[in-house]
């Protein structure tokens, strides 16, 4: 065999090898590396364009996110956005993702520095490993990332740790969850006027496991949780660490309503860490259990009165439960009630359903 025509041969695949790499967009020339792709360029400035085949984008610098942000189809369920470093937005303020069905990973890096109503309004994909430090929530917002997480909706491993500078949000991370998050974290603090005020969720029909909520929560209403104001779905292995502060009735430390409908609420578990102060039927724990299902849960604060309705008295206050209608098992709690210590007869301030195998600690 000729060994001029093999090498020639080769010569002339690596010629046309490079010339087609090089006559592709720039954006379009990746490399897998870890967890992401990097593009690879000396310009990483902005997104893969819309007509990419791998629909997989990396956002280097204020610029890319800025583009996200304002850019409706990077939000369909085809493109995955990655963040590849930590991104400083230098108080940029946008307009909240609409309706958001793709998948978003931040890689662990952190959001700084960034103003927005919520983060997304509607969310049916996925909102991965970000972390939202520093920065503000704009006005008229109620809750700290998402509006409503949608049954299709996933939040995993995020961290909410901006400012609060509005009086009226209900929720520190999620106002309504019909979907599932997991391992997340809020600082928020929550003050809100209305009903179902929670630290974490206003309104849980989901399902929510390893997350903790650390603000201080306020409500002037009812159905106030340190955690979740109001809990029809799951809560598993769960922490609310921030005093509550609560208002007419059902105020608890971690939940203030849990299972408004029969076969619902279930919470397995969780601590609820901060000092409780209220009026009816407030607990360390949980303001009204109504059909509810609570589990080896744990209350650590002290129970306060505010002023106590006429004719209630005798049901203000329990060390655990404000009021039983469901089932409490295996739960604890060292609480102190104004200033007292309790027994088993405290445990609930009015109980008309079950506790079983519960300890004062």
Known sequence: MNIKRILSGILTTCVLS????????????????????????????????????????????????????????????????????NIDMQDEVFD??????????????????????????????????????????????????????????????????????????????????RGKIINSETTLSVESGNDYVGGFVSKNYGTIENCVAKGFVEGKERFVGGFVGLNNGIITNCTSTGNVNGGKSYIGGFVGDNGDEEGKGIIINCTAAGDVKGDIYTGGFVGKNEYGNISGCIAKGDVHKRICALGYEGFCLGGFAGYNYGIIKECITNAKVNGKKINLNNFAGRNEGKIEDCKIA
């Open 18 to 85: 490079a010339s087609f790499l090089s006559a592709l967009p720039v954006s379009a020339q990746t490399t897998t590396k870890g967890a992401y792709t990097q593009v690879a360029a000396e310009q990483q400035n902005n997104l893969q364009t819309a007509d990419s085949s791998t629909n997989e984008f990396v956002i280097n610098n204020k610029k890319d996110f800025s583009k996200f942000m304002t850019t409706p189809e990077y939000w369909e369920s085809n493109y995955k956005i990655m963040l590849a470093c």
């Open 96 to 177: 909240s993702i609409e309706i958001f069905n793709g998948q978003i990973d931040g890689c662990g890096h952190a959001v700084n520095n960034l103003s927005f109503r919520y983060f997304v309004e509607n969310n049916h994909g996925t909102i991965s490993n970000i972390k939202f430090n520093g920065g503000k929530l704009a006005g008229g917002n109620v809750c700290g990332l998402v509006l409503n997480n949608e049954e299709d909706g996933v939040i995993d491993s995020c961290l909410m740790g901006m400012n609060n500078e509005n009086a009226n949000i209900k929720a520190g991370f999620v106002w309504e969850n």
